[in-house]
C-alpha cells in the first residue's frame, strides 16, 4: 500500500522559515508529480508547488521567490521550504503524488503568527 505523511509543520512567527518533508512508502510504479498544496479554514484547497517527473517546476503566485520544492532522485521524499513565511501562509499543508491514481497525505498544520 503506497503511504504519504508529512512532517514539518509548527507555529513560527512572519518572516521565519519551516522545512516540510513528505515520506512516500510503498510502490508506485509511475510517478508523473509531486506536488504541495494547502486549505486554510473557509477556502478551497489550492496548487502551492508542483514538480513534474523531469525535474520542471511551478509556483503559486502568491509563494513564488519564497517557496521552493525539492525531492530526492529516488522520488522518495518530497521537501518544501518555505522562507519569509506570511499570516496567510496558515494553512494545512498536503503533498501530493500523481500517476496512475493520486495519493494524499495527512496534511500537516502550519500558523504563521503576525
Known amino acids: 500500500q503506497v503511504q504519504l505523511v508529512e512532517s514539518g509543520g509548527g507555529l513560527v512567527q512572519a518572516g521565519e522559515s519551516l522545512r516540510l518533508s513528505c515520506a512516500v512508502s510503498?510502490?508506485?510504479?509511475?510517478?508523473?508529480?509531486m506536488g504541495w498544496y494547502r486549505q486554510a479554514p473557509g477556502k478551497q484547497r489550492e496548487l502551492v508547488a508542483y514538480?513534474?517527473?523531469?525535474?520542471?517546476?511551478s509556483y503559486a503566485d502568491s509563494v513564488k521567490g519564497r517557496f521552493t520544492i525539492f525531492r530526492d532522485n529516488a522520488m522518495k521524499t518530497v521537501y518544501l521550504q518555505m522562507n519569509s513565511l506570511k499570516p496567510e501562509d496558515t494553512a494545512i499543508y498536503y503533498c501530493?503524488?500523481?500517476?496512475?491514481?493520486?495519493?494524499w497525505g495527512q496534511g500537516t498544520q502550519v500558523t504563521v503568527s503576525s
Open positions: 514538480m513534474t517527473r523531469g525535474g520542471s517546476t
Open positions: 501530493n503524488v500523481a500517476g496512475s491514481n493520486n495519493y
Open positions: 510503498g510502490s508506485i510504479v509511475t510517478i508523473n508529480g
